[in-house]
């Protein structure tokens, strides 16, 4: 499974507090650095980094994150903003010998799509699709299916190598409603069967929003999606117990030859005290 490791987001907050957003305005280099090596040396791919709370200084933000974090790992980026302007700036510093970025997200929303493709073509850069159009976000999981299915064929028609494609199927909170877990995974399983080759991403933390026990959660629906064949997952990879879930079940589901990513890792000590 690949790893996005989502803890530099501006929106995140800790014991109730903006602190990620703080660190950013004081540009704390050191904050940032530490952050994203905990996540790399957790098992993170990629580094998710969003300072979408900024508004009006985040191509400036984005644009200083990507520095410090390329910096301090040698993880490529996931460049998480709906903002073009942001994203040219972070892109144009991007180091590439750190790996093909990722961006995230391009919609089918007509203006997002016409100023995010260039940038997938030129950096020929992964991308994450999110099933949403100008209609917006619909709750109706046959509508974000379809969404996310001529998002594949828009992207595969402008030249965007299928395996290139993370297809997100947006993660609603459990509290917005009883079926949104069981959408998400339809949605999922419907778009591995009819698109072979495509993969899926989703950020699992949403699920959990405004529950009690969020880890719980999180840590669930990531085993539930891993099932019907979910690639990559945006997560907090420093939940220990998290990421011994996804090395175990992708054990169970035939995704680790003779388990030797699970027996490597419990060697290493990190299912200790789990
Ligand atoms: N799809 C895509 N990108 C995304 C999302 C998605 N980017 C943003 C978001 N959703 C994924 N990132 C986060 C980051 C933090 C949280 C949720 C999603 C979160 N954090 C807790 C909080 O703020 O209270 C803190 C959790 C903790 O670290 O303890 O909820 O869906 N493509």
Same mark, same amino acid.
């Given at each position: 499974?690949?790893?996005?490791?989502?803890?530099?987001?501006?929106?995140?907050?800790?014991?109730?507090?903006?602190?990620?957003?703080?660190?950013?305005?004081?540009?704390?280099?050191?904050?940032?650095?530490?952050?994203?090596?905990?996540?790399?040396?957790?098992?993170?791919?990629?580094?998710?980094?969003?300072?979408?709370?900024?508004?009006?200084?985040?191509?400036?933000?984005?644009?200083?994150?990507?520095?410090?974090?390329?910096?301090?790992?040698?993880?490529?980026?996931?460049?998480?903003?709906?903002?073009?302007?942001?994203?040219?700036?972070?892109?144009?510093?991007?180091?590439?010998?750190?790996?093909?970025?990722?961006?995230?997200?391009?919609?089918?929303?007509?203006?997002?799509?016409?100023?995010?493709?260039?940038?997938?073509?030129?950096?020929?850069?992964? @991308?994450? *699709? +999110?099933?949403?159009?100008?209609?917006?976000?619909?709750? $109706? %999981?046959?509508? =974000?299916?379809?969404? &996310?299915?001529?998002?594949?064929?828009?992207?595969?028609?402008?030249?965007?190598?299928?395996?290139?494609?993370?297809?997100?199927?947006?993660?609603?909170?459990?509290?917005?409603?009883?079926?949104?877990?069981?959408?998400?995974?339809?949605?999922?399983?419907?778009?591995?069967?009819?698109?072979?080759?495509?993969?899926?991403?989703?950020?699992?933390?949403?699920?959990?929003?405004?529950?009690?026990?969020?880890?719980?959660?999180?840590?669930?629906?990531? @085993?539930? *999606? +891993?099932?019907?064949?979910?690639?990559?997952?945006?997560? $907090? %990879?420093?939940? =220990?117990?998290?990421? &011994?879930?996804?090395?175990?079940?992708?054990?169970?589901?035939?995704?680790?030859?003779?388990?030797?990513?699970?027996?490597?890792?419990?060697?290493?000590?990190?299912?200790?005290?789990?």
């Amino acid at each position: 499974m690949l790893i996005v490791g989502e803890r530099i987001n501006t929106s995140r907050k800790v014991k109730g507090e903006p602190v990620i957003e703080q660190a950013v305005i004081n540009r704390d280099e050191k904050f940032f650095a530490d952050l994203a090596r905990a996540q790399f040396e957790a098992g993170a791919t990629y580094i998710d980094i969003n300072a979408g709370t900024l508004t009006s200084g985040e191509p400036e933000a984005l644009e200083w994150l990507t520095q410090v974090v390329q910096d301090a790992v040698d993880a490529p980026i996931c460049f998480d903003t709906p903002n073009p302007m942001a994203l040219e700036s972070a892109l144009a510093v991007y180091n590439t010998q750190r790996g093909r970025p990722l961006i995230n997200s391009i919609t089918a929303e007509t203006l997002r799509w016409d100023a995010t493709l260039p940038f997938v073509v030129q950096y020929k850069a992964k @991308v994450i *699709a +999110l099933a949403m159009d100008d209609t917006g976000i619909q709750q $109706d %999981p046959a509508k =974000r299916l379809s969404v &996310a299915q001529s998002l594949i064929e828009k992207l595969t028609d402008a030249g965007v190598p299928l395996d290139d494609i993370y297809v997100d199927p947006l993660t609603f909170p459990i509290g917005t409603g009883s079926d949104v877990g069981i959408a998400m995974l339809d949605i999922i399983d419907k778009l591995m069967t009819q698109y072979p080759g495509v993969h899926t991403i989703a950020g699992i933390s949403n699920i959990s929003h405004g529950m009690p026990a969020r880890k719980l959660l999180n840590q669930a629906m990531t @085993v539930l *999606a +891993l099932g019907k064949g979910l690639a990559a997952a945006i997560i $907090d %990879p420093n939940d =220990r117990y998290l990421m &011994a879930l996804i090395f175990a079940s992708e054990a169970l589901l035939g995704r680790d030859e003779y388990s030797m990513n699970y027996i490597t890792k419990s060697r290493e000590g990190a299912f200790e005290g789990l």
